[in-house]
């Protein structure tokens, strides 16, 4: 496996850090996404659900496709009212025009991006919406900076939100960036770095070296030190398009 594959597969071993320290994504953000009259919805690369939750929430029917069974598991377990499958996003297994809307989460950059424009257009009902979400962290906050710095040394690859090319299936795209924050536990942000497909698939001693690093940034950043929890400031960047 090259090493994009390699990175996409790790979360099957992450799954406590993920559910324990990964953002859920703001109401207003799902409400931009899918259409207020869609009934439908495929939630792909759902992970452990932290958006399928919030689609059942708003009453939509979610099909949540996810390839980890480690990571299907933990969503079986919390959203069980979501129909969880094993698939990907190059080939999801559900027939065609099946589904309203799609989602996709802090995942495309995982993807084929060819292959899975093709089967995003092949499951949607004609007239359909996919949408295409990051969370991230806003580094105009010096620690979050200093965070993400240590987070990222020695990764060579680029796994930052961006515009999905979608092909000429859809419309051109519409984006959207939402600010918000997430509050959390100050010794989770040493969880939250463990949760990141680089330091999974670092070998033991590196990826302790880093996670020290987190832990040395909480005790003594001026904004951390002596706090049991802080507000991490987010930008959800997230792009939308119709099937033509
Ligand atoms: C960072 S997690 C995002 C999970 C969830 N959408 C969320 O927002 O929390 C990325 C997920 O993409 C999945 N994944 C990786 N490659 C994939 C592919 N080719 N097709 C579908 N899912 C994939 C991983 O198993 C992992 O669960």
């Keep these: ?28 953000v799902v409400r931009w996404c899918v259409p ?21 929430a708003f009453g939509y029917d979610v ?24 698939g990907t996003a190059e080939a999801t297994g559900l027939p065609d025009a099946c589904v309203d809307a799609v989602t996709v989460a802090q995942a495309w950059h995982w993807f084929d991006a060819r292959a899975a424009s093709a089967e995003v257009a092949r499951v949607l009902r ?15 906050t010096d620690w979050v900076a200093r965070w993400t710095e240590i987070v990222h040394t020695g990764d060579p ?5 961006h515009e999905p090319d979608l092909g000429p299936a859809f419309t051109p795209s519409e984006h959207r960036e939402t600010s918000w924050s997430s509050r959390m536990r100050t010794g ?21 070296a880093l996670l020290d ?7 003594h950043h001026p ?10 400031p987010y930008v959800t960047r997230a792009w939308r398009a119709t099937l033509r």
Excluded: I
């Excluded at 004609?126 to 105009?140: E, F, I, Q, S, T």
């Excluded at 690859?157 to 939100?161: E, G, Q, R, V």
């Excluded at 904004?223 to 991490?232: F, H």
């Design 1 to 28: 496996m090259d090493q994009r594959a390699v990175r996409a597969a790790s979360f099957e071993h992450g799954v406590a850090a993920y559910q324990a320290a990964r953002p859920t994504y703001p109401d207003e």
């Design 36 to 56: 207020h009259d869609a009934r439908d919805v495929l939630d792909l690369a759902a992970g452990t659900g932290k958006l399928t939750s919030r689609l059942v």
């Design 63 to 86: 099909v949540a496709v996810e390839p980890s069974d480690a990571m299907r598991a933990e969503l079986e377990r919390t959203v069980p009212d979501a129909d969880a499958r094993p």
């Design 126 to 140: 004609p007239g359909g919406r996919v949408a295409v979400v990051w969370n991230v962290r806003d580094a105009r």
């Design 157 to 161: 690859l680029d796994t930052s939100a």
């Design 188 to 208: 989770d942000l040493r969880v939250l770095a463990a949760s990141r497909s680089h330091l999974l698939t670092l070998p033991d001693d590196e990826r302790d």
């Design 213 to 219: 690093r987190v832990d040395d940034l909480v005790a």
């Design 223 to 232: 904004d951390l030190r002596g706090r049991d929890e802080v507000d991490v």
